[in-house]
């Protein structure tokens, strides 16, 4: 659960049947979910880490592996909406099979994936 500048925290929760991946704008006053947005499964530990960006922007991997950043915004009845506000495709830098285990913010605020190899690397040679 994060908290942006706005004060609305936004959730990313991993339900234990179907284990799709969701995330969650939650009332500041109640905890109630005001809107919700499912990602596509991953492997266990791909898509369930993320942060916020300088936008309060939830950045996340999703199992297809792009990087979407997550914006919310007020809808013209008044209501709530979680939106992919952008998306970069990893497929060129996440082979297939690998997952991410999450992505950090650098300091310049660009995005770097943490890969983690489907298969062990084989140990070094002497």
Known sequence: MLVGSDGYPVALC???????????L?????????????????SL?????????????LVTVDGERPLPRIGHRRTAGGGWELYVARSLSL?????????????????SG???PAPRPSRPSPPPTA
Request: hydrophobic share 35%.
């Open 91 to 107: 497929r060129d830098a996440v082979p297939e099979g690998d997952a991410v285990t999450g992505p950090a913010a650098t300091r």
């Open 110 to 112: 660009r995005t770097t």
């Open 26 to 42: 939650l009332d500041p006053a109640t905890g109630r979910s005001l809107t919700s947005l499912k990602i596509a499964k991953g």
């Open 45 to 57: 530990l791909g898509g369930v880490y993320a942060y916020l960006d300088d936008q309060d922007r």
């Open 14 to 24: 991993t339900p234990i049947l179907g284990q799709v991946p969701t995330v969650h």
